[in-house]
């Protein structure tokens, strides 16, 4: 309801008029005053029941505009991450207003309470979890709330409940200030399990969120010697984690029943600062059954090793990304057994739309038709699926960068828009079928040439003196040498490349 237009009721995709009368301020007053008490936030509720309203004021302090958003408490929202919570770990969960993060958060808090029989306390900030009034809802089970007097007093009270009521768990929802990652440390330190949510749309998201980027280990600028940086082939300078992340596991929500699992979040930040690109472990509820879709892709390096496999992104380069932890589920086992899909034989990729913001746009157009990558170069942020820039245009923060990072478009960054760097990003996208192809054409290659290798030795011990071989690579002419060693005949390589070939004759006597 808003001052001076007509009342209407928003869903998911439309909006309804309600009435054709216009709001007046009677009609404000009137709300108001049948709410409970609105607190700094300027949220109030209404008492055993889950619904949220805030108010819209003027610079006066008198309200000219209310939301009521309707709160329910739906039974099996947490089925999809209960095996990961049964486990004790900390969990975040992430996802853009209005996806349901406090929901499942309201039915993790119950599962823990009543099935699991931990104590549980939850720091019910605007009354959202537990309903407004002293008398929580029942959808909590037997969680015990703590409410908050104020918002800048969340970390006080996140501190005050580990240290006067000993839970086993704390459920926090919407973490969001400094404080309050620093408050989660703690608490995590002391070996309480913290299960809470942040504003954010993915892992990449927190990482480079100064403020809420303690959560997942934070950030530091490190300077390395030149041995070590020549060992990890990257510039001296680099980014690397602050300290063990608090949370173990992050639940990326992308809709009410698909999430996003990064496990080993600490592993996974280390990935994305070397410049990897990392995919989660996606998980849907099909048929009343939690399904994995997607198996979180492997990390291609460990937490102080240099990458091992896997093609090196240019330094700077992020992505959202998790892997799958190795460490074993708790003792208590997980009451949802999660089935896993068959792999489906790899079809035509997906083509990802590029906007290029600073980045020669010729060039990466080039770079893709030459390597027949599945990306498309699109005119406006709008059409894209990802926002390509440089690190110097990053940095400076312009308008088109801050509109893309609000509306949740992963941002990649480059160090520079050189032609190397830009070939090095669109080689990411090749499909792994085609990689797997030219696995099979090379060795094909090697076979041929090798058996065209022997045949050639049998016809010099026949009598022939000198057979000229096919031009081959480099590694393979050296197969062929040793074939020619095997048969005691000589060998030598002749021509330029890629012309270079090997030679083999009969030995002078």
Same mark, same amino acid.
């Given at each position: 309801?808003?001052?001076g237009?007509?009342? @209407?009721?928003?869903f998911?995709?439309?909006?309804?008029?309600?009435?054709?009368?216009?709001?007046?301020?009677?009609?404000?007053?009137?709300?108001?005053?049948?709410?409970?008490?609105?607190?700094?936030?300027?949220?109030?509720?209404?008492?055993?029941?889950?619904?949220r309203?805030?108010?819209?004021?003027?610079?006066?302090?008198?309200?000219?505009?209310?939301?009521?958003?309707?709160?329910?408490?739906?039974?099996?929202?947490?089925?999809?991450?209960?095996?990961?919570?049964?486990?004790?770990?900390?969990?975040?969960?992430?996802?853009?207003?209005?996806?349901?993060?406090?929901?499942?958060?309201?039915?993790?808090?119950?599962?823990?309470?009543?099935?699991v029989?931990?104590?549980?306390?939850?720091?019910?900030?605007?009354?959202e979890?537990a309903?407004d009034?002293?008398?929580?809802?029942?959808?909590i089970?037997?969680?015990?709330?703590?409410? *908050?007097?104020?918002?800048?007093?969340?970390?006080?009270?996140?501190?005050?409940?580990?240290?006067?009521?000993?839970?086993?768990?704390?459920?926090?929802?919407?973490?969001?200030?400094?404080?309050?990652?620093?408050?989660?440390?703690?608490?995590?330190?002391?070996?309480?399990?913290?299960?809470?949510?942040?504003?954010?749309?993915?892992?990449?998201?927190?990482?480079s969120?100064?403020?809420?980027?303690?959560?997942?280990?934070?950030?530091?600028?490190?300077?390395?010697?030149?041995?070590?940086?020549?060992?990890?082939r990257?510039?001296?300078?680099?980014?690397?984690?602050?300290?063990?992340?608090?949370?173990?596991?992050? *639940? @990326?929500?992308?809709?009410?029943?698909?999430?996003?699992?990064?496990?080993?979040?600490?592993?996974?930040?280390?990935?994305?600062?070397?410049?990897y690109?990392?995919?989660?472990e996606?998980?849907?509820?099909?048929?009343?059954?939690?399904?994995?879709?997607?198996?979180?892709?492997?990390?291609?390096?460990?937490?102080?090793?240099?990458?091992?496999?896997?093609?090196?992104?240019?330094?700077?380069?992020?992505?959202?990304?998790?892997?799958?932890?190795?460490?074993s589920?708790?003792?208590?086992?997980?009451?949802?057994?999660?089935?896993r899909?068959?792999?489906?034989?790899?079809?035509?990729?997906?083509?990802?739309?590029?906007?290029?913001?600073?980045?020669?746009?010729?060039?990466?157009?080039?770079?893709v038709?030459?390597?027949?990558?599945?990306?498309?170069?699109?005119?406006?942020?709008? @059409?894209?699926?990802?926002?390509?820039?440089?690190?110097?245009?990053?940095?400076?923060?312009?308008?088109?960068?801050?509109?893309?990072?609000?509306?949740?478009?992963?941002?990649?960054?480059?160090?520079?828009?050189?032609?190397?760097?830009?070939?090095?990003?669109?080689?990411?996208?090749?499909?792994?079928?085609? *990689?797997?192809?030219?696995?099979?054409?090379?060795?094909?290659?090697?076979?041929?040439?090798?058996?065209?290798?022997?045949?050639?030795s049998?016809?010099?011990?026949?009598?022939?003196?000198?057979?000229?071989?096919?031009?081959?690579?480099?590694?393979?002419?050296?197969?062929?040498?040793?074939?020619?060693?095997?048969?005691?005949?000589?060998?030598?390589?002749?021509?330029?490349?890629?012309?270079?070939?090997?030679?083999?004759?009969?030995?002078?006597?």
């Amino acid at each position: 309801m808003d001052l001076g237009r007509t009342p @209407e009721a928003r869903f998911p995709g439309e909006a309804l008029r309600l009435s054709d009368q216009e709001v007046t301020d009677a009609d404000l007053q009137w709300v108001v005053e049948r709410v409970g008490e609105f607190g700094d936030d300027n949220r109030a509720g209404i008492e055993r029941t889950l619904h949220r309203i805030s108010v819209i004021r003027n610079r006066g302090g008198r309200p000219v505009g209310v939301t009521c958003r309707v709160g329910r408490a739906v039974f099996g929202t947490g089925k999809i991450i209960d095996d990961l919570v049964r486990t004790g770990q900390s969990v975040l969960l992430l996802g853009r207003p209005g996806v349901g993060k406090t929901t499942m958060l309201r039915e993790v808090a119950r599962v823990l309470a009543d099935e699991v029989g931990k104590r549980v306390v939850i720091v019910d900030t605007s009354n959202e979890i537990a309903g407004d009034g002293d008398v929580p809802h029942p959808a909590i089970g037997r969680a015990r709330r703590m409410q *908050v007097p104020s918002t800048p007093q969340q970390h006080q009270v996140m501190i005050e409940a580990v240290e006067n009521h000993m839970p086993e768990a704390v459920i926090i929802d919407e973490m969001s200030t400094e404080a309050e990652s620093m408050a989660a440390r703690t608490i995590a330190e002391r070996g309480v399990q913290l299960i809470a949510t942040a504003h954010g749309n993915t892992l990449s998201n927190l990482v480079s969120n100064p403020t809420l980027s303690d959560l997942v280990g934070g950030t530091q600028t490190v300077t390395l010697g030149d041995i070590e940086a020549r060992r990890r082939r990257t510039q001296k300078t680099v980014l690397e984690r602050k300290h063990k992340p608090t949370f173990e596991v992050v *639940v @990326e929500i992308q809709g009410f029943d698909r999430v996003g699992v990064h496990r080993d979040v600490g592993a996974v930040v280390d990935t994305m600062l070397r410049g990897y690109l990392v995919e989660p472990e996606v998980r849907a509820i099909e048929n009343d059954e939690v399904r994995v879709m997607q198996n979180a892709s492997r990390l291609g390096s460990s937490v102080s090793g240099v990458p091992q496999d896997g093609p090196k992104l240019p330094a700077g380069l992020l992505s959202l990304g998790s892997q799958r932890s190795q460490g074993s589920r708790g003792d208590e086992a997980a009451a949802v057994e999660v089935a896993r899909e068959p792999e489906p034989e790899p079809e035509s990729p997906r083509v990802t739309a590029v906007y290029a913001f600073g980045v020669p746009r010729t060039n990466l157009q080039e770079a893709v038709n030459r390597l027949s990558a599945p990306v498309d170069v699109v005119d406006t942020p709008e @059409e894209a699926d990802m926002f390509l820039t440089t690190k110097s245009h990053y940095s400076r923060r312009p308008t088109a960068v801050r509109e893309a990072e609000a509306q949740g478009l992963p941002v990649y960054v480059l160090r520079k828009g050189s032609g190397e760097q830009i070939k090095q990003f669109v080689e990411r996208f090749e499909p792994k079928k085609r *990689v797997e192809t030219q696995g099979r054409r090379t060795s094909n290659v090697v076979r041929s040439a090798l058996t065209e290798a022997e045949e050639a030795s049998q016809r010099v011990l026949a009598g022939e003196e000198r057979i000229d071989l096919n031009p081959q690579p480099s590694f393979i002419r050296r197969l062929q040498h040793g074939v020619g060693g095997r048969y005691n005949i000589g060998s030598s390589s002749t021509g330029q490349d890629p012309y270079r070939h090997v030679v083999l004759r009969r030995r002078r006597r």
